[in-house]
Nanobody, 129 residues
């Protein structure tokens, strides 16, 4: 059983920052072999991969749209992954989701939503100009 719970969303002015958190409820041995991803979806748009990291230790992956502004990190003691978002823009407004996959799951790329089996409920981020 794997459960993900996001928090940290809210409203912020352009140029501001937010840190999203995702707590993963699972056995310890499964946490250390997961790839965690952050995604977002704005109304009328496709879900977009923002960041991913392998909990067992690897460099993070980001698309060009957020590279240099968003940073994914993890706290293994808390089974938690974070997304630090800086220099936010109105176009960053969306529902943000945390997702997880395990070794052996079907893989279509770490920023492809099809690669992820487990999803949180989402947290809304609204950036005003």
């Amino acid at each position: 059983q794997v459960q993900l719970v996001e928090s940290g969303g809210g409203s912020v002015q352009a140029g501001g920052s937010l840190r999203l958190s995702c707590v993963v409820s699972t056995e310890a041995h499964r946490w250390n072999r997961m790839t965690m991803g952050w995604f977002r979806q704005a109304p009328g748009k496709e879900r977009e991969g923002l960041a991913s990291v392998y909990t067992g230790g690897s460099s993070a992956d980001y698309p060009d749209s957020v590279k240099g502004r968003f940073t994914i990190s993890q706290d293994n003691a808390k089974n938690t992954v974070y997304l630090q978002m800086n220099s936010l823009k109105p176009e960053d407004t969306a529902m943000y989701y945390c997702a997880a996959r395990e070794l052996g799951d079907s893989w279509y790329g770490d920023l492809n939503e099809r690669s992820y089996k487990y999803w949180g409920q989402g947290t809304q981020v609204t950036v005003s100009s």
